[in-house]
T-cell receptor
């Protein structure tokens, strides 16, 4: 699986957009980009995923560069409840060996009032 | 659906004791994963099952750890004997195992069991 690089921590003002970057320069053509987050003392929570097109859901938007070597997770209006560790993961879906994820160290996002 | 259910939520035991962690997966989700999370090592995959069959246990730290999935609605992770360095939060996760191969999959995590070995 391709490795990812994320900044260890970021701050964001409440109500502003939080833009979390992720580098995955060794990503291959069939690997998806996933984002999860983990709020303190809870299990990781799925946010969004994409292959090469930008994606949006009720939680966030995912912007993937044209060369797919990096992506940005956007929380459009951050709230205090968005304070969490955000993990960027690249993964090749494989129904024969499962879909295990390898979590790195992630970005610790703190939303400031 | 109640999601992934894990029990107990907290477990405190003494070194040398046997510990059993339990997971009730989401109905119909074919893949089940056991993870361990510590401050030092982050979130590590221990073992995963497909249709109740263990597929990859290369992440299991040593023979003191064992995992079973006797049926589609129940899995256990056992540590015998437990040691202080086993103290961690243990998560169970599920994914549907969607086909065909170009489809993607999402893992749903339980709330975790916080294990403290004294």
């Amino acid at each position: 699986d391709a490795k990812t690089t994320q900044p260890p921590s970021m701050d964001c003002a409440e109500g502003r957009a939080a833009n979390l970057p992720c580098n995955h320069s060794t990503i291959s053509g069939n690997e998806y980009v996933y984002w999860y987050r983990q709020i303190h003392s809870q299990g990781p929570q799925y946010i969004i995923h994409g292959l090469k097109n930008n994606e949006t859901n009720e939680m966030a938007s995912l912007i993937i560069t044209e060369d797919r070597k990096s992506s940005t997770l956007i929380l459009p209006h951050a709230t205090l409840r968005d304070t969490a560790v955000y993990y960027c993961i690249v993964r090749t879906p494989n129904p024969y060996t499962g879909n295990q994820f390898y979590f790195g160290t992630g970005t610790s996002l703190t939303v400031i009032p | 659906d109640a999601g992934v259910i894990q029990s107990p939520r907290h477990e405190v035991t003494e070194m040398g004791q046997e510990v059993t962690l339990r997971c009730k997966p989401i109905s119909g989700h074919d893949y089940l994963f056991w993870y361990r999370q510590t401050m030092m090592r982050g979130l590590e995959l221990l073992i995963y099952f497909n249709n109740n069959v263990p597929i990859d246990d290369s992440g299991m730290p040593e023979d003191r750890f064992s995992a079973k999935m006797p049926n589609a609605s129940f899995s256990t992770l056992k540590i015998q004997p437990s040691e202080p360095r086993d103290s961690a939060v243990y998560f169970c996760a599920n994914s549907p195992g969607v086909l065909p191969p170009t489809s993607t999959d999402t893992q749903y995590f339980g709330p975790g069991t916080r294990l403290t070995v004294l």
